[in-house]
């Protein structure tokens, strides 16, 4: 499986998405910096958590129309499978590949802290490896990452099986404790929490895992 990380100016997350890709795929993946308009053929694109352009304006405003973004967003239109990890799913809502959009956290303080999560989806590309009601412990580290949209969406969501996973309990605001939701396609997915930093057990646990195997067992 080949993969694709799109690097940020203050992406900070994107070689423990590297690491994660390479552990579990056991293919190096190609790092591809923001102001590139091409990459590879890949079978996967992976947009990583930080900080880009230091949250100016909004948390990923200016990075959804960086360069690279006009080829990401073909590609993913077209359905290659496409993952956004915090920044990368504030990314992908500001971009409108994802609907609605992530605000401030509801206390506004930074969370930072391994959250219990249940699988709401085990069908999707992303979740296959799961299963559903499942409770996993993966970490949260942001401040913009309270879910809004409005209530049609948000049953539109529920209702086609679009919202992969939410948090156990409120930590942030998100509406309805949303924490991942997936495009009506199935092949784009946007999480506030990190599965890249929860591959390990010297990392606090291995419960991110399946979300990378999923992928593979699907794209081989
Ligand atoms: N870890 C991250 O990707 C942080 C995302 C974003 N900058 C926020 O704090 O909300």
């Known amino acids: 499986m080949k993969s694709a990380v799109i690097v940020f100016p203050g992406s900070n997350c994107d070689r ?3 690491v994660a890709l390479e552990k579990i795929t056991g293919q190096k993946p190609q790092m591809v910096w923001h102001q590139d308009t091409t990459f590879d053929d890949v079978d996967f ?3 990583p958590g930080g900080f880009s352009y230091g949250d100016y304006l909004r948390c990923g405003a ?3 129309r960086s360069p690279i973004m006009a080829e990401v967003i073909k590609r993913a239109q077209a359905g290659v499978p496409t ?3 915090c920044n990368g799913f504030q990314i992908l809502t500001e971009t409108k590949l ?3 959009a992530l605000m401030r956290n509801a206390r506004l303080k930074f969370v930072c802290k391994d959250v219990a999560l249940t699988v709401e989806n085990d069908t999707s590309t992303f979740t296959k490896d799961y299963s559903k009601g499942q409770e996993i412990l993966i970490p949260v580290a942001h401040h913009d990452g309270n879910f809004y949209a409005d209530t049609e969406t948000l ?3 529920e209702g086609e099986g679009q919202v992969a996973f939410k948090y156990a309990e409120d930590i942030n605001g998100a509406q309805r ?3 991942g939701i997936l495009n009506d396609k199935g092949n784009i997915l946007g999480m506030m929490p990190h599965p890249e930093r929860m591959i390990a057990k010297e990392l606090g646990g291995t419960d991110g895992c399946a979300l990378f195997t ?3 067992n699907t794209l081989g």
């Open 45 to 47: 694109i992976a947009l």
């Open 83 to 85: 993952l956004g990890v």
């Open 16 to 18: 423990d998405m590297a």
């Open 62 to 64: 200016m990075s959804a």
């Open 98 to 100: 994802l609907p609605g």
């Open 155 to 157: 049953d539109r969501l």
């Open 214 to 216: 999923s992928i593979l």
């Open 177 to 179: 404790n949303i924490a």
